[in-house]
């Protein structure tokens, strides 16, 4: 059976009916990952025996009549990222090329906890830092549309293997559109999060062992199949203790049954960052989808007050202050220094403010992301959702000079900023609020096109359910495959 084609959910169900085993499909997958790897470099830990291991033990426990859970069997790859308890966790850096993690993360051991089964672990760039997957520890990730282009970053590692089948579900981190820009450049779903939704202890960075929250980050579901991606999320919601002791969340549940019922706003371009001709054209079809279909639409209503450039100028400030909390002496003398001397306003400069900014600073821009958080919050009273682009341009050529604050894109035949390519996943990212990327297309040589569906605080069930009802019409018979 082509297990690769189902759902996490089908697997499981299966599984749980004893249609198939638990050994059948961690086989499946593993024999996947063997042909298919090789020139994608998507997984970079791999424990084979120990999946077939457990494997086994799920299916004896099937047998006996046990209780499982809803991922029982079901095998998963986690971004290297996270820490699991026993395996390594370097994060693409080479100071840590040593470390084995002494504990599991808690959005980890939640899915764990379910029945999956991690067979191994996804590549990513040097500490999470770039939108392209690639380090000094385990190389580069190839896109599998295009072994000449990036994966995106930094859940890279993760979009490849869920694009190319070699696996049915991920966990990812997104501060910088960090699993939308993946699923958009590999023609998957990724979901972030509400902030604060799910728990991101155990994610490096921040440093190994670190307890505090780190700012803007998120931990989200990555898949094939929105019904995966909607019940991973049910499993990894939810506060740890002592908060879990006196309360719990509970999520709305989508109440669209139609597109028709939809009033939506679209963004889908600004003379700020100019997006890819082709993306705008394919954002413009799902747009007239909806309109064909009966939606309202509104091309220009936007929360009070905001511009793109405004939203990014803060977005990427506060970015810049949550990526320098690590930083060391030396490092940060020198952009202290930076930030004192240069008179220009590029990423390297504006990076050097934000990361070295006083606390009495920081705290004058949290109150401005307060004041847009509740500019959305009004503008959502209005509408269900807004569409916008998740990146200004579909994969590109694999680029590793240095800096990245030094890099160009070519797009529309014109140079453009590399950092650029945040603008449009930060504004969602700096108000907290979720975000569904959806593939709606590819160019005309073969590469993914994708959406972006920004709702309002804990709408994930809503942009799920809308994500369902545009993929319906977009790909009836399930998303296309990788011609690998």
Known sequence: MNYH???????????????????????????????????????????????????????????????????????????????????????????????????????????????????????????????????????????????????????????????????????????????????????????????GLVPLRGHVPSAPGSLGQRDISVTGPMARHLDDIEQALDLIVGPERPASDAWSITLPAAKTSRLGDLKVATWLSDPYCEIDNEMADALNRVVDLLRNQGAHIDDTARPDAMTLEGSHALYYDMLASSMGAGLNEATRNKLLELANTSTTDDYRTRFARGATQSHGLWLKQDEKRAQLQNNWLTFFDNFDLMICPVVNTPAFPHDHSQPATSRTLTINGKPQVYMDVTVWAGLAAIAGLPALSIPIGTTESGLPLAAQLIGPAYSERELIRIGQLIGGHLHPGGLPWPAL
């Open 5 to 195: 084609e189902m759902s996490s959910v089908e697997l499981a169900r299966g599984i749980r009916n004893q249609q198939f085993t638990s050994v059948q499909v961690v086989e499946h997958f593993l024999e996947r990952i063997d042909a298919l790897n090789p020139a994608l470099n998507a997984i970079v830990i791999l424990r084979a025996d120990e999946a077939r291991q457990k494997a086994r033990q799920a299916d004896k426990a099937i047998q006996r009549g046990d209780s499982t859970g809803p991922l029982h069997g079901v095998p998963m790859t986690i971004k290297e990222t996270f820490e699991i308890n026993g395996w390594p966790t370097t994060a693409g850096h080479g100071k840590l090329k040593d470390h084995i993690s002494p504990r599991t993360a808690p959005a980890v051991q939640r899915l764990i906890d379910a029945g999956a089964i991690i067979v191994g672990k996804t590549n990513i760039p040097e500490l999470a830092g770039d939108l392209q997957s690639f380090n000094g520890i385990y190389g580069t990730t190839n896109n599998p549309w295009n072994t000449d282009m990036t994966s995106g970053g930094s859940s890279g590692g993760a979009a490849a293997a869920l694009a190319s089948g070699m696996i049915p579900l991920e966990l990812g981190s997104d501060l910088a559109g960090s699993i939308r820009t993946p699923a958009a450049f590999c023609g998957i779903y990724g979901l972030k999060t509400t902030y």
